[in-house]
């Protein structure tokens, strides 16, 4: 019923920008937080970023001053914006959702996109 879709990974050198956008489809009632995570091979998945539905963030330290969070929430989606990046962003990142359905209201649930694939060049 619920899709979380990311798009905007890829490869990058390091120094450079990328921008990841999620949107999230399907009979939603409302979403709370939204945020960004990421996983890199042989470690665990560790948050990014995160924004409240009132546009309150938080940031990872290590992409603090590099990372911006960002959503609309009309259009239920959410977008990463990161700047000099480093080799060791180089993960798959995943967006999240805390959102309930029509179905589920009041019951929040937490669901995840696919992920989208970030390698950062030397």
């Known amino acids: 019923q619920v899709q979380l879709v990311e798009s905007g990974g890829g490869l990058v050198q390091a120094g450079g920008s990328l921008r990841l956008s999620c949107a999230a489809s399907?009979?939603?009632?409302?979403?709370?937080?939204m945020g960004w995570y990421r996983q890199a091979p042989g470690k665990q998945r560790e948050l990014v970023a995160v924004?409240?539905?009132?546009?309150?963030?938080n940031y990872a330290d290590s992409v603090k001053g590099r990372a911006a969070i960002s959503r609309d929430n009309a259009k239920n989606t959410v977008r990463l914006q990161m700047n000099s990046l480093k080799q060791e962003d180089t993960a798959v990142y995943y967006c999240?959702?805390?959102?309930?359905?029509?179905?589920?209201?009041?019951?929040?649930?937490?669901?995840w996109g696919r992920g989208t694939q970030v390698t950062v060049s030397s």
């Open positions: 399907g009979s939603i009632y409302s979403i709370n937080d």
């Open positions: 999240n959702a805390e959102l309930t359905t029509y179905s589920d209201f009041p019951q929040f649930l937490n669901y």
């Open positions: 924004i409240t539905s009132d546009g309150n963030t």
